[in-house]
């Protein structure tokens, strides 16, 4: 059994930074490809950004330059380093697995991985 915790929401301001981690306990893998969504309250859930084995990262358009995703190796968590935070970055964020390494035109799929967390929440408010 594979379970994902994520921890470190809360509540900013404006330009202020924040990280999240997302714990994996339970089986490891050799390949994966980890990602973070979020899902802000009316909307449909989005890709954030995702990291798989070979170390290669790719970002929505909306968070590329601001967000980074790192993990230094398969026993240590996924984080997600949030900076120049707005209000437009509201939402639950959740990190998700899948055990092999998805090709480029798959990462946003949220359909494509197995394995999800139950969320964190991060406000930013103004």
């Known amino acids: 059994q594979v379970l994902l915790a994520e921890s470190g929401g809360g509540l900013v301001q404006t330009g202020d930074s924040l990280t999240v981690s997302c714990a994996l306990s339970g089986r490891a893998f050799m390949y994966y490809t980890m990602a973070w969504f979020r899902q802000a309250p009316g909307k449909e859930r989005e890709f954030v950004g995702s990291?798989?084995?070979?170390?290669?990262?790719y970002y929505a358009d909306s968070v590329k330059g601001r967000f980074t995703i790192s993990r230094d190796n398969a026993n240590k968590p996924l984080y997600l380093q949030m900076n120049k935070l707005n209000a437009e970055d509201t939402a639950t964020y959740y990190c998700?697995?899948?055990?092999?390494?998805?090709?480029?035109?798959?990462?946003?799929?949220?359909?494509?991985?197995?394995?999800w967390g139950q969320g964190t929440q991060v406000t930013v408010s103004s």
């Open positions: 990291i798989s084995t070979t170390g290669a990262t």
């Open positions: 998700a697995l899948e055990p092999k390494i998805l090709p480029s035109s798959l990462l946003r799929l949220g359909v494509q991985y197995g394995y």
